[in-house]
């Protein structure tokens, strides 16, 4: 909580006004890692999204998250991700329009139409804000 609390401190103090003037929700994000649409990582229809978006035609930057924080950021949400460490340049804005298995807890899948994997040991620290 201390490290979230010094983190928000920093992010508010970065000159950028007009976000931190809509600051409303901030959630510290345990693991960060990558999906694309394929049936053995989806459903049977792996372009639609939870939210029903056909994410494989979509140009937005889209992202799962973990089901104990879609009431937080519910899907269609637009969100702002910071990540600290290797992964620093997927840094920005995202919808939410996927939910994750109800087996991950605190987490966050980035869609990837590159098939890049994410490997979540390589980010320090993550938060999900809007």
Avoid at 61 to 75: E, H, M, N, R, Y
Avoid at 116 to 121: E, F, G, Q, S, T
Wanted: glycine share 4%; aromatic share 10%; proline share 2%.
């Amino acid at each position: 909580m201390k490290l979230l609390l010094i983190s928000l401190s920093l992010l508010l103090n970065c000159g950028n006004d007009s976000f931190s003037d809509n600051f409303t929700k901030a959630h510290n994000i345990k693991r960060i890692s990558s999906y694309w649409s394929t049936s053995s990582q989806c459903d049977a229809t792996p372009c639609i999204s939870a939210s029903g978006k056909n994410i494989c035609k979509s140009n937005q930057k889209i992202i799962a998250i973990s089901q104990d924080i879609v009431k937080t950021f519910p899907l269609g949400s637009k969100v702002y991700l910071q990540i600290e460490g290797y992964y620093s340049h997927l840094s920005g804005e995202y919808y939410v329009e996927d939910v994750m298995n109800k087996r991950y807890i605190n987490s966050i899948d980035i869609y990837r139409k590159d098939k890049k994997l994410i490997d979540p040991k390589l980010i320090k620290n993550a938060i999900i804000y809007q």
